[in-house]
């Protein structure tokens, strides 16, 4: 999409980005692409995403090319995904096959990938310091102020921060999304826990309230399982080290051969799964919400993080359209309103999708089973004229959620907002 640029002003709004998870940095190159000004600022001492895996699907590979950095993923050990076996839950049978690289390329663009989460990250926080952008790591925000303009954050230290926008990309336990809403909202409780695993297999297996996704890391050489069964952890723990033996308890009656990769696991995390119900705002003056502090999902559509890049990728894109454009500070608010509504249409469907990818994959053995098992074992992905009754089969969908751009989307949405404005 043509956006007129030669127009006007050279305001150039000062970003600072509370979290510097995929969501943050997403946001951080984004914003420098458009060459703004950008700190982020990090809890942590050092920046060690948790030790698993994560599948990046077409949506998230449409942003990282854009940030032209799919040639550093493959040389992390991003991998492409050939296909997805669905097996059953009791003997391993193939209830259905998805395709994968292909299929997905033709669909919708961009093939499904995955990789090690330490690795995303380092080639995510290595393209944002050679952009530019200032990562504060040990740099914890106790608290924002949400003005029209020139919004702070407040650092445990006692420093304060100020810039033209700040994004809260501080993940599932947001401070930002207290001092955005006014008030202390808490995620919700799933119902489901994770075990992170590492080994070396691959498969997929939906069973009753529980299923396992598997897929390679490290070029291969790992193989990341994530084994979702009913959560049992007190309700203020959020993680904590697995109990093997009560791991394997919990799948006896599974595959046989399931069972023995189980049997050689020594380690597993294991990890609340956290929702949230949509928040009445993301935006308060000039502050705005990103990623899981906005919209944490259920990891069942596998796009939580890539719903996160994209909320980032739009706002440096929203951002860089502002500069280029003449648009006064006293617009950031709206514009960030703006994003919004752009963005959470969007995400609340993808947080309904993985709800539904809930109830499809953990179903008991009946005639619901039965017939999801038959659907799949003669479903031609290849067909888009063939209605599916699951959002996780609907090209409806599909489309809907894979092959959509966001960055384009939102250029369309300022054109709008910018007419709007003239008026
Ligand atoms: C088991 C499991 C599997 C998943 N699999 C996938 C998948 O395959 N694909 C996918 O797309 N998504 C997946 N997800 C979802 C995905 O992990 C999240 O949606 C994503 O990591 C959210 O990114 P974020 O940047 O919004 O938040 P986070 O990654 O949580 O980052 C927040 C950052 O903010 C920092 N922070 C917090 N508070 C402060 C503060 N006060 N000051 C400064 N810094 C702060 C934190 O230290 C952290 O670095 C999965 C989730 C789970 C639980």
Redesign the pocket.
């Known amino acids: 999409m043509a956006i007129d640029t030669d127009v006007l002003g050279s305001f150039s709004p000062t970003v600072i980005i509370?979290?510097?998870?995929?969501?943050?940095?997403?946001c951080a190159i984004a914003c420098r692409r458009e060459g703004l000004d950008v700190t982020v600022?990090?809890?942590?001492k050092e920046?060690s995403?948790v030790g698993?895996?994560?599948?990046?699907?077409p949506i998230?590979l449409r942003i990282m090319d854009r940030f032209d950095l799919i040639p550093q993923l493959r040389r992390a050990g991003l991998q492409g995904q050939v296909k997805c076996r669905i097996l059953r839950w009791e003997d391993g049978s193939l209830i259905g096959l998805r395709p994968e690289e292909d299929w997905s390329v033709q669909k919708f663009g961009y093939s499904w990938h995955?990789i090690h989460?330490a690795d995303y990250q380092r080639v995510l926080v290595e393209e944002a310091k050679r952009l530019g952008a200032k990562i504060r790591l040990n740099?914890?925000?106790?608290s924002v102020d949400c003005p029209d303009i020139s919004p702070k954050v407040y650092?445990?230290s006692g420093e304060q921060l100020q810039g033209d926008v700040v994004t809260g990309?501080?993940?599932?336990?947001?401070?930002?999304r207290t001092a955005v809403l006014g008030y202390v909202k808490n995620a919700k409780e799933s119902g489901d826990l994770?075990y992170?695993i590492n080994r070396d297999y691959r498969a997929t297996y939906w069973g009753p309230d529980s299923h396992i996704?598997m897929y390679p890391v490290k070029d291969g050489q790992l193989l990341n399982m994530?084994v979702?069964r009913p959560d049992d952890l007190p309700a203020e723990v959020a993680r904590q080290p697995g109990d093997i033996a009560e791991m394997r308890k919990m799948f006896e009656y599974w595959d046989p051969c399931l069972r023995r990769l189980l049997d050689n696991v020594k380690v597993a995390l294991k990890?609340k799964?956290?929702t949230m119900d949509p928040l009445e705002t993301w935006t308060k003056g000039s502050v705005a919400l990103?990623?899981?502090?906005c919209h944490?999902?259920?990891?069942y559509?596998?796009?939580?993080?890539?719903?996160?890049?994209e909320?980032?990728a739009v706002i440096g894109r929203l951002l860089g359209l502002v500069k280029d454009s003449g648009v006064s500070k006293e617009k950031l608010p709206g514009m960030l309103q703006l994003y919004e509504t752009i963005r959470k249409e969007r995400t609340t469907t993808t947080v309904a999708t993985a709800d539904a990818n809930r109830d499809l994959y953990h179903m008991h053995d009946g005639v619901e089973q039965e017939k999801r098992d038959a659907f799949f074992g003669d479903h031609d992905w290849w067909d888009e004229r063939r209605t599916a009754p699951y959002r996780f089969a609907d090209f409806g969908f599909l489309h809907e959620l894979f092959g959509f751009d966001a960055v384009e989307d939102a250029e369309e949405g300022f054109l709008m907002w910018e007419k709007d404005q003239q008026k």
């Open positions: 509370v979290g510097c998870g995929l969501g943050g940095l997403a600022v990090e809890a942590a920046l995403e698993a895996g994560i599948q990046l699907p998230a995955t989460r740099s914890a925000a106790a650092l445990e990309a501080d993940g599932l336990h947001s401070n930002t994770a992170r996704v994530v979702i990890w799964i956290w990103l990623g899981d502090a944490p999902t259920v990891p559509a596998a796009a939580g993080a890539a719903m996160a890049v909320d980032g």
